[in-house]
C-alpha cells in the first residue's frame, strides 16, 4: 500500500514563526498536493506539484510556499506563521492524472 | 465551477441497517470520483474510485455507484457497524482539480 506520511500529527506554534511541515510518500508518485481543512470551509488546494522541481498554486496560496526538491518530499511552508493559519493540513500524493489519491494522517497546527 | 454536494449531512443508523449516502456534482465531465472516510482528527482513507467510464466499484461491504450523466453518486454501505461511524467524503476529480463535498457524518448505534 502506498503510504504518505507527515512528519507532525500536532504542531503549536507563535505568531510571526516559520513553519514547515513535510509529507513524504513512498510509491514514486509523480502527483503531491497540500490541503488545509477547516469546519464549514471543507478541504481547499493550497499547492500541487506536478514533478520535482515543479509548483502549482491551487485556490488559497497566498501567505503559503512550498518545496520539492525530490519526488518523494513535499514540502509546505508559512514564512510568518498567522493566527488564521490554525488548521488540519493535509498532504496527498497520486500516481498521475485520473488515478486516486492517497491522503497523510494529517497534521493539526495551532499558531497562537 | 464544480459544486459537489453531499446528502444528509449527517446521519444517526441502528447497528445492522443498510444504507445509502449520496452525492451530487454540477459539472458531469469529470475524470473519476472517489468516496473517503474520515475519523475526527485523523487524515482521509481512500474507500473506493471510480472512473468516469465506469458505473460502479464494490469492496467487501461497501458499493458505490457513478451516474454521470445525472451527475450523482451512491455510496451503499451494508449491514452497518459501530466501526463504521465516520465522516464520509466524496471527491470529483474535473480538470485536473480534486472538488470535495462538505460530507456526510454517520454514526451507526449499538
Known amino acids: 500500500d502506498v503510504k504518505v506520511t507527515q512528519s507532525s500529527r500536532y504542531l503549536v506554534k507563535r505568531t510571526g514563526e516559520k513553519v514547515f511541515l513535510e509529507c513524504v510518500q513512498d510509491m514514486d508518485h509523480e502527483n503531491m498536493f497540500w490541503y488545509r481543512q477547516d469546519p464549514g470551509l471543507g478541504l481547499r488546494l493550497i499547492y500541487f506539484?506536478?514533478?520535482?522541481?515543479?509548483?502549482e498554486k491551487g485556490d488559497i496560496p497566498e501567505g503559503y510556499s512550498v518545496s520539492r526538491e525530490k519526488k518523494e518530499r513535499f514540502s509546505l511552508i508559512l514564512e510568518s506563521a498567522s493566527t488564521n493559519q490554525t488548521s488540519m493540513y493535509l498532504c496527498?500524493?497520486?500516481?498521475?492524472?485520473?488515478?486516486?489519491?492517497?491522503f497523510g494522517s494529517g497534521t493539526r497546527l495551532t499558531v497562537v | 465551477k464544480q459544486e459537489v454536494t453531499q446528502i444528509p449531512a449527517a446521519l444517526s443508523v441502528p447497528e445492522g441497517e443498510n444504507l445509502v449516502l449520496n452525492c451530487s456534482f454540477t459539472?458531469?465531465?469529470?475524470?473519476?470520483l472517489q468516496w473517503f472516510r474520515q475519523d475526527p482528527g485523523k487524515g482521509l482513507t481512500s474507500l473506493l474510485l471510480i472512473q468516469s467510464s465506469q458505473r460502479e466499484q464494490t469492496s467487501g461491504r461497501l458499493n458505490a455507484s457513478l451516474d454521470k450523466s445525472s451527475g450523482r453518486s451512491t455510496l451503499y454501505i451494508a449491514a452497518s457497524q459501530p466501526g463504521d461511524s465516520a465522516t464520509y467524503l466524496c471527491?470529483?476529480?474535473?480538470?485536473?482539480?480534486?472538488?470535495f463535498g462538505e460530507g456526510t457524518q454517520l454514526t451507526v448505534n449499538p
Open positions: 471527491a470529483v476529480l474535473l480538470l485536473s482539480r480534486l472538488t
Open positions: 496527498a500524493s497520486r500516481v498521475q492524472a485520473s488515478y486516486g489519491y492517497t
Open positions: 506539484s506536478y514533478d520535482v522541481k515543479m509548483k
Open positions: 459539472d458531469s465531465a469529470i475524470y473519476n
